[in-house]
């Protein structure tokens, strides 16, 4: 899941932050997201 959210996005490197750590925050975001929202639906994991 998170995977396929990182094949839309083409995160930079720049001096502010490398792009494996913006890599790193789009996957942990990602799931975050999807998690949050099984709950609030009801579901369960």
Not at 9 to 23: G, T
């Amino acid at each position: 899941m998170a995977s396929l959210v990182l094949k839309d996005l083409s995160p930079r490197n720049s001096w502010r932050a490398a792009k494996d750590f913006r890599e790193h925050i789009i996957r942990t975001l990602a799931r975050r997201v999807v998690t949050e929202a099984i709950v609030r639906t009801g579901g369960s994991l």
